[in-house]
Nanobody, 122 residues
């Protein structure tokens, strides 16, 4: 069992930056691929970024490529999402997820966090 708790969301102006953190419980954190997803009001939840358990495989949605950076610290059981050059369209609830591998996590994560709100004002 893995429990995920996100933090770091908030209100920021367009062009600003935020860093989200996702703290995981459980001794097997290092064996899971981790990902970030988001859901804007009235829209489906969408994939944002994912990272393999080794940290060597990383993928981004086209909409955030070059602006967001995902990373993980297995010693701290934490995954991060550094978000730069934020746009109003990045406004959403951001969710952390854990999955068995970096391929499957995109469609069928095993665990979800509760989400953290990110609001970007224009």
């Amino acid at each position: 069992q893995v429990q995920l708790v996100e933090s770091g969301g908030g209100l920021v102006q367009s062009g600003g930056s935020l860093r989200l953190s996702c703290a995981a419980s459980g001794r097997t954190f290092g064996s899971y691929a981790m990902g970030w997803f988001r859901q804007a009001p009235g829209k489906e939840r969408e994939f944002v970024a994912k990272i393999s358990w080794t940290g060597t495989s990383i993928y981004y949605a086209d909409s955030v490529k070059g602006r967001f950076t995902i990373s993980r610290d297995n010693a701290k059981n934490t995954v991060y999402l550094q978000m730069n050059s934020l746009k109003p369209e990045d406004t959403a609830v951001y969710y952390c997820a854990a999955g068995r591998n970096v391929v499957v996590i995109t469609t069928t994560p095993d665990y979800w966090g509760q989400g953290t709100q990110v609001t970007v004002s224009s």
